[in-house]
């Protein structure tokens, strides 16, 4: 495997200016992101976790180029990642990722039809090919039938539509897979399908993998690697077995303190 990381950032920082409490007050910084170098190896699947405002979803978008560090650099495959270039210059960032969000009913534009909806990146990519062929084949990987080509997202139940999100993510092909808390939304059951849904592309295409989540089994489950987020820092990071069981930092152990129960002897449970 090349020792040379997939996914590399250092110093990424992220601060913005919001409006301050009160008629007239003065804007204020607030620090997203603080400082953070992070290597994401090829092939590999890294979760991100910790507590609701810890800098996990904004890591993402500024390793993706959807949002400008205040500061730092982020590199991909070598290749420098520059969210202020032009959509065409980014092209190539976007045949590299696929990403699936949290939500799957506000992510599907309800007036498109299914097909359509997963062969927008082959249009706006300029991907070339059979595309209807394309949408079925991913149908196909994500367990829905071709013939949900032709309906609409209405007429799919939740764990469906988080299907039709991720064929539409892996539709181009991308190298990369970045889920922002794409599990949250559904339940038990449907998680557990899903999860085994990504544990098999994963497997058959060598995807390298980013999840986001606060679900501590998620990741367990299906990382390798962790990354432990707090007030836009890393308290700690590493092989998540390692991690998970015999954390270092004072702040994963309160976090994982707080989850019912981690069972080591389940690894795939």
Not at 53 to 76: E, F, H, N, Q, Y
Not at 112 to 138: F, K, N, Q, T
Not at 241 to 260: F, N
């Amino acid at each position: 495997m090349n020792a040379e990381p997939l996914i590399s950032a250092r110093g990424l920082t992220r601060r913005y200016r919001v409006r301050g409490a009160g008629i007239g007050a003065p804007r204020r910084e607030t620090l997203a992101l603080d400082d953070v170098d992070i290597d994401v190896r090829p092939g590999s699947a890294m979760g991100i976790i910790g507590e609701s405002g810890s800098g996990k979803s904004t890591l993402v978008r500024l390793l993706l180029g959807l949002d400008i560090p205040t500061a730092g650099t982020v590199t991909i495959d070598g290749r420098s990642v520059d969210a202020r270039a032009s959509a065409r210059r980014l092209h190539w960032l976007r045949r590299a990722t696929g990403i699936v969000f949290q939500d799957p009913y506000a992510s599907l534009d309800p007036r498109m039809s299914v097909g359509r909806i997963i062969a927008e990146p082959l249009w706006a990519l300029g991907i070339d090919g059979d595309r209807r062929a394309r949408v079925h084949e991913v149908l196909a990987d994500v367990g829905l039938g071709r013939d949900a080509a032709d309906r609409y997202p209405h007429e799919f139940s939740g764990g469906q539509r988080q299907r039709i999100a991720l064929a539409r993510a892996i539709v181009h092909r991308p190298g990369i897979l970045v889920g922002d808390e794409p599990l949250s939304a559904l339940d038990v059951t449907v998680r557990a399908q899903i999860l085994e849904v990504l544990r098999g592309l994963r497997e058959r295409d060598g995807l390298t993998l980013l999840l986001v989540s606060h679900d501590i089994g998620v990741v367990q489950n299906l990382c390798d690697e962790v990354v432990v987020m707090t007030e836009g820092r890393i308290a700690e990071e590493g092989p998540t077995e390692k991690v998970l069981l015999q954390p270092q930092a004072a702040y994963t152990r309160r976090l994982l303190a707080s989850v019912p129960v981690i069972d080591p002897r389940r690894p795939g449970s």
